[in-house]
């Protein structure tokens, strides 16, 4: 078992941050970080419905997954739409457990900041990558200004969530410094339902996962990088093995998502596919044992 690492959070780095410069402002990020042993859960046991909803928050990714107890937000949304507080409003959210920013592309912690400064989440996980965006840099302005644990997760590495299993699958212990492949990327289960998420991994960061020998099965796939072609290759569904696959893109975007190659990968594996496109805002609900899916169109 690996150990992830935790930012400390203190008025001395916020004081700090206000008069570095770019290079001191990154050193002080990295200096923030401190080794810490991570949870080793078992599979809890489950009692009541869980649902995991795919946002539809156009050419970006965003998902929510609750239970009586818990509340997850995986990424949210685009930096130049803020149609994601609509959809929390509408799901009335009060807290998040735990947020979960698979890497530091604009349309996945667009909002992020405002997330967490409205939220005040419990815990953040973030990849390790860092950029020199002013989305990003408004992201770490946000958790130094709060009290929150933030956590790099790495491969191999399994958490319980309320009553949520998540076993880490990427990034590894040694980033590569490609954001779309360090994506951070888990297998989430709920009784005997997994969710699997891999934020814009493609090609390499799917050999990766494959290569590891970790459990990938899964119930439902949420498609890497929108449903591009570069992701959901044949060699990473034989190990999903998933019935149910959903992509989050938006309507006539410029990089042709979702991919037809991808689609028809997914369709000859079987698998049921729905996309925000065609189908709005995607919820799954579940009771551990039986998926039923329920489609915003």
């Known amino acids: 078992m690996k150990n992830s690492r935790m930012i400390g959070i203190s008025l001395f780095a916020v004081i700090c941050l206000t008069a570095c410069s770019e290079g001191e402002f990154f050193e002080l990020l990295d200096g923030l970080f401190e080794e810490t042993a991570t949870n080793a ?14 946002f539809d928050v156009g050419q970006g990714d965003s998902a929510l997954v609750q239970s009586d107890d818990t509340t997850i937000l995986i990424d949210t949304g685009r930096h130049d739409s803020d149609v994601i507080f609509d959809h929390l409003s509408f799901e009335e959210i009060d807290q998040i457990d735990l947020l979960i920013l698979t890497h530091p592309h604009a349309d996945h912690i667009g909002n992020a900041d405002e997330i967490v400064r409205m939220y005040n989440p419990h815990t953040v996980w973030i990849d390790g990558n860092e950029t ?14 709060s009290d929150t644990e933030v956590i790099e997760p790495m491969a ?11 076993n880490v699958l990427n990034p590894s212990e040694e980033l590569t410094g490609d954001l779309n492949n360090d994506s951070v990327s888990i297998k989430l289960t709920y009784g005997e339902i997994s969710f699997l998420f891999t934020g814009d991994a493609e090609e390499p960061g799917e050999h990766l996962m494959v290569d590891s020998g970790m459990d990938l099965k899964s119930e439902v796939l949420i498609m890497g990088h929108h449903g591009s072609n570069t992701s959901s290759n044949d060699f990473f ?11 989050s893109a938006g309507e006539n975007n410029s990089y042709g998502h979702p991919g037809e190659n991808a689609l028809t990968r997914v369709e000859n594996m079987g698998a049921d596919v729905f996309g925000t496109i065609e189908n709005g805002t995607i919820t799954i609900r579940t009771d551990g044992q039986i998926i039923n899916v329920v489609t915003e169109f």
């Open 41 to 54: 859960a078992n599979a809890p046991l489950v009692d009541g419905e869980a649902s995991v909803t795919i």
């Open 132 to 145: 020199t965006s002013q989305v990003f840099e408004r992201l770490v302005d946000s958790l130094l200004e």
């Open 156 to 166: 191999g590495e399994s958490y319980e969530q309320g009553e949520f299993l998540i």
């Open 237 to 247: 569904l034989d190990e999903v093995q998933p019935d149910i696959a959903i992509y």
